[in-house]
T-cell receptor
Framework: AQKITQTQPGMFVQEKEAVTLDCTYD???????LFWYKQPSSGEMIFLIY??????QNATEGRYSLNFQKARKSANLVISASQLGDSAMYFC????????????FGTGTSLTVIP | KAGVTQTPRYLIKTRGQQVTLSCSPI?????VSWYQQTPGQGLQFLFE???????NKGNFPGRFSGRQFSNSRSEMNVSTLELGDSALYLC??????????????FGEGSRLTVL
């Protein structure tokens, strides 16, 4: 079974609008971390936001927020007030407590911001 | 503070050859991980090194190997190259998860083309 599932291969959003990128995960660990990364066309992976499995509050970092629903095993990324520079691939990732520093990545969502 | 540096950025090899990729982590980071990124498979974990020891290994054949030096710099080697080894190879370094999120800091990658 896939550890991380991203069901939206491509998304379009109007500039200044909000967009939600979906991510579901699969783990039997109690301790795990969820991450979102952005990969522009240049190729470098940029860390955006982190949510720990024991965190009760949803994580926020500027225009990024993570909608964490533990019972549903989902960790959706919400980008508010989209900008043209947000056009990129977005990857959801998980680190399980028992596997040390091994990260599992989803297949990514390509976001295009339309002016 | 310098980021993760990978060399070379681009290289072209032919089937049967071998290749060595280098990664210099962020100063103070002792964990170095390697990932293979392809359009079809996304990011796949290769291996992780910490203090010169391989801590985790992904599901790749023995042709893929790595090592870490005492200064935390890491190399990965792919022997007997196959066409399917064409990919972007990403190196990432991190601090131990604990008081911080332990997110991965990625280099810009080494793009390998096998002809």
């Amino acid at each position: 079974a896939q550890k991380i599932t991203q069901t939206q291969p491509g998304m379009f959003v109007q500039e200044k609008e909000a967009v939600t990128l979906d991510c579901t995960y699969d783990t039997s660990d109690q301790s795990y971390g969820l991450f979102w990364y952005k990969q522009p066309s240049s190729g470098e992976m940029i860390f955006l936001i982190y949510q720990g499995s024991y965190d009760e509050q949803n994580a926020t970092e500027g225009r990024y927020s993570l909608n964490f629903q533990k019972a549903r095993k989902s960790a959706n990324l919400v980008i508010s007030a989209s900008q043209l520079g947000d056009s990129a691939m977005y990857f959801c990732a998980m680190r399980e407590g028992r596997t040390g520093n091994q990260f599992y990545f989803g297949t990514g969502t390509s976001l295009t911001v339309i002016p | 503070k310098a980021g993760v540096t990978q060399t070379p950025r681009y290289l072209i090899k032919t089937r049967g050859q071998q290749v060595t990729l280098s990664c210099s982590p962020i100063s103070g980071h002792r964990s170095v991980s390697w990932y293979q990124q392809t359009p079809g498979q996304g990011l796949q974990f290769l291996f992780e090194y910490f203090s010169e020891t391989q801590r985790n290994k992904g599901n790749f054949p023995g042709r893929f190997s790595g090592r870490q030096f005492s200064n935390s710099r890491s190399e990965m080697n792919v022997s007997t190259l196959e066409l399917g080894d064409s990919a972007l190879y990403l190196c990432a370094s991190s601090l131990p998860a604990g008081k911080n999120t332990g997110e991965l800091f990625f280099g810009e990658g080494s793009r390998l083309t096998v002809l």
